[in-house]
Every structure is written in C-alpha cells, then in structure tokens.
C-alpha cells in the first residue's frame, strides 16, 4: 500500500511517465532512466518497487511471471483469482 511505502532519498532525482490516461505514476531516475518503482493503474493505492532498486536486504531470488500486457485486464482477473 501507499501509506505503507517510504521513500528515503532520491525524490529529487526521480522523473514521472504517465501513460494515456495518467492513471499509473512510473518513477524513473532522470540521470540514468531506470524505472524505479511505479503505481500500477489496476491498483494505483500499491506501489511496486523493482527489485534492482532496493538497497538491503537483497532480495534471494525473483519469480519470472509471463503476462499478457495487451489483455492486461483479463490478465489481472486471472492473476487475482490465482492469489486469492
């Protein structure tokens, strides 16, 4: 959740990219270009934070999950509905 996220330093640094309907915040570092973290249009109140991104603990491994962007819809239902 948002209220839950704290970013500690780098704010100044940081440069956002909405897409068509500015719904989802992409964070971006404006010297380099990497994407930070973003809020995600199919639930802007959650911030997901790239892994290469965090400073300690390091995450131990990451799960490579395909996804359909074009059908991005059906492609949550179906994600929601594994989760829950």
């Not at 992409?26 to 965090?54: E, L, T, W």
Request: net charge negative; charged share 15%.
């Amino acid at each position: 959740m948002t209220k839950d996220f704290k970013l500690l330093r780098g704010q100044d640094a940081l440069t956002t990219y909405t897409f068509n309907t500015n719904t989802a915040q992409h964070k971006f570092c404006s010297k380099c270009g990497v994407q930070s973290f973003y809020h995600p249009r199919s639930n802007p109140d959650s911030v997901a934070v790239m892994p290469h991104c965090i400073d300690s603990p390091q995450p131990i491994s990451v799960t490579v999950q395909n996804f359909d962007g074009n059908n991005w819809e059906s492609s949550m239902e179906i994600e929601t509905n594994f989760l829950s």
